[in-house]
């Protein structure tokens, strides 16, 4: 059983520090094509992507960009983002989490679901159990700890309302930088 779970760790390891840091996006979507559930067309992802928990928990939608150095975690549940997503450098996603009323520090998760036309900004930290709403933004530096509505703008720690988007929100995102 050691072997299997070195072996394992190895193979995590190797897909994390060598293959998602390759500066050839195409090379790095043949690999996230056989991991995620769902990648779709016109998606970019950057370089330094860490991916965590079981094949197919994840899907991403089309035109989304995820920058450089973000965590999407699906060992708690499902993460699905969908489309013109926008999420910044940085960011962590998470579907599981440690409950702090445990007293043998087991951990808790949730689904977190990210609808289309967000824009997360950098270094965004979601918990599990969250749902962000159709166009909604989410500040530089915040904890979203709770549901988003649709086309809030939220920031802080936690996260609260801050303002409302007016846009009518007819972008579609096409991101392609030569070495990311």
Same mark, same amino acid.
């Given at each position: ?74 060992? &708690? =549940?499902?993460? $699905? @983002?969908?489309?013109? #997503?926008? /999420?910044?450098?940085?960011?962590? +996603? ?14 808790? &998760? =949730?689904?977190? $679901? @990210?609808?289309?036309? #967000?824009? /997360?900004?950098?270094?965004?930290? +979601? ?25 809030? /703008? ?27």
């Amino acid at each position: 059983m050691e072997v299997k779970a070195w072996f394992l760790g190895l193979t995590k390891y190797v897909f994390r520090e060598l293959i998602m840091n390759l500066p050839s996006y195409k090379v790095r979507l043949f690999f996230l094509k056989r991991i995620l559930k769902n990648i779709g067309t016109n998606t970019f992802i950057a370089m330094g992507l860490d991916l965590l928990g079981r094949n197919g928990s994840i899907s991403i939608g089309n035109n989304t960009i995820i920058n450089k150095k973000v965590t999407l975690d699906g060992r &708690g =549940g499902e993460l $699905i @983002i969908g489309n013109n #997503v926008d /999420i910044g450098q940085d960011s962590n +996603i998470w579907t599981i989490e440690h409950d702090p009323n445990d007293d043998y520090h087991q951990v808790k &998760g =949730g689904s977190v $679901i @990210i609808e289309d036309y #967000v824009w /997360i900004a950098t270094r965004v930290t +979601i918990l599990p159990g969250v749902k962000i709403g159709w166009g909604a933004v989410v500040a530089a530096g915040s904890v979203v700890t709770k549901n988003v509505e649709a086309m809030a /703008i939220v920031g802080g720690v936690p996260a609260k309302v801050i303002g409302q988007r007016k846009s009518k929100l007819k972008y579609t995102l096409n991101y392609r930088p030569w070495f990311l």
